[in-house]
T-cell receptor
Framework: QKEVEQNSGPLSVPEGAIASLNCTYSDRGSQSFFWYRQYSGKSPELIMF????GDKEDGRFTAQLNKASQYVSLLIRDSQPSDSATYLCAVRTYNFNKFYFGSGTKLNVKP | GAVVSQHPSRVICKSGTSVKIECRSLDFQATTMFWYRQFPKKSLMLMATSNEGSKATYEQGVEKDKFLINHASLTLSTLTVTSAHPEDSSFYICSAPTSGGGNEQFFGPGTRLTVL
């Protein structure tokens, strides 16, 4: 499997703070990059995706991609307790259109 | 967004039995579906790619004869865990990308398999 690395956490932030989640990948052929949120016992929910270098913003979420460094991150502004979940980074390969996931970072937002 | 369903949501079986899990795309056609397995507190591990009208392609280390995949139509893929053992107990999740190889994939709700 292609390597997608994430810090397992837990990452603890106070309510209202910015949470920063990071992900690195090994396959330079990766085409698109995704952030999913997963609650315990549930399947992943797509937060956003990015495929161009730079930043992409969607509401309180900002995805950042640096293909040269093979690095993608997710910033969550004004973190809420309901944001507490495991965040999965996923990459889509170019050749076979497959998705590979990192191990996930557990985020705890404390009231 | 598109909807993907899975059935059953939970199954408990005895060791040695076979279990079939269905994955359906409800409002779109999926020539490709993916099957993942997730152990507790671990990430999703891609098991295989299900291809409508042709054989599934398996990831390295996944036993083809153990995990049988059939993509019978453009809206249905099935995963059969044959001769299940306790170590096969896991959360199995299917997904389908949007048609045309789009950027998104939609996940089913998952099937919790417990083998006694």
């Amino acid at each position: 499997q292609k390597e997608v690395e994430q810090n397992s956490g837990p990452l603890s932030v106070p309510e209202g703070a910015i949470a920063s989640l990071n992900c690195t990948y090994s396959d330079r052929g990766s085409q698109s990059f995704f952030w999913y949120r997963q609650y315990s016992g549930k399947s992943p929910e797509l937060i956003m995706f990015i495929y161009s270098n730079g930043d992409k913003e969607d509401g309180r979420f900002t995805a950042q991609l640096n293909k040269a460094s093979q690095y993608v991150s997710l910033l969550i502004r004004d973190s809420q307790p309901s944001d507490s979940a495991t965040y999965l980074c996923a990459v889509r390969t170019y050749n076979f259109n497959k998705f590979y996931f990192g191990s996930g970072t557990k985020l705890n937002v404390k009231p | 967004g598109a909807v993907v369903s899975q059935h059953p949501s939970r199954v408990i079986c005895k060791s040695g039995t076979s279990v079939k899990i269905e994955c359906r795309s409800l409002d779109f056609q999926a020539t490709t579906m993916f099957w993942y397995r997730q152990f507790p507190k671990k990430s999703l591990m891609l098991m295989a790619t299900s291809n409508e009208g042709s054989k599934a392609t398996y990831e390295q280390g996944v036993e083809k004869d153990k995990f049988l995949i059939n993509h019978a139509s453009l809206t249905l893929s099935t995963l059969t865990v044959t001769s299940a053992h306790p170590e096969d107990s896991s959360f199995y999740i299917c997904s389908a990308p949007t048609s045309g190889g789009g950027n998104e994939q939609f996940f089913g709700p998952g099937t919790r398999l417990t083998v006694l």
